[in-house]
Nanobody, 113 residues
């Protein structure tokens, strides 16, 4: 199982950014996909999730600003991030659990004020 996350960058507050994660080695359509983020010195936190039947859930601070989606043909999950804030600065990881957890390599998002 491999997860490749990409799309991070440096943006200004109020800008938008889309993260993508491509999965391989699994029957992608069957599994819940999640995005997490982590800042140095803090625990990794769940940001958004999308189930196999496309049910979504979000961490409170990103509700209304972030949208998670999946493409079961391309085996990708995306995180559309709008109205970005400096506190969204973090390394973002995609994750899934098959028989154990699998993580992407992380992509840095930096939001300047």
């Amino acid at each position: 199982v491999q997860l490749q996350a990409y799309g991070g960058g440096v943006v200004q507050a109020g800008d938008s950014l889309t993260l993508s994660c491509k999965a391989s080695g699994i029957n992608f359509r069957l599994y819940t996909m999640k995005w997490y983020r982590q800042v140095p010195g803090k625990q990794r936190e769940s940001v958004a999730m999308i189930t196999a039947n496309h049910t979504t859930d979000y961490e409170d601070s990103v509700k209304g600003r972030f949208t998670i989606s999946r493409n079961n043909v391309r085996n990708t999950v995306k995180l559309q991030m709008n109205s970005l804030k400096p506190e969204d600065t973090a390394v973002y990881y995609c994750q899934t659990k098959v028989w154990r957890e699998y993580w992407g390599q992380g992509t840095q998002v930096t939001v300047s004020s």
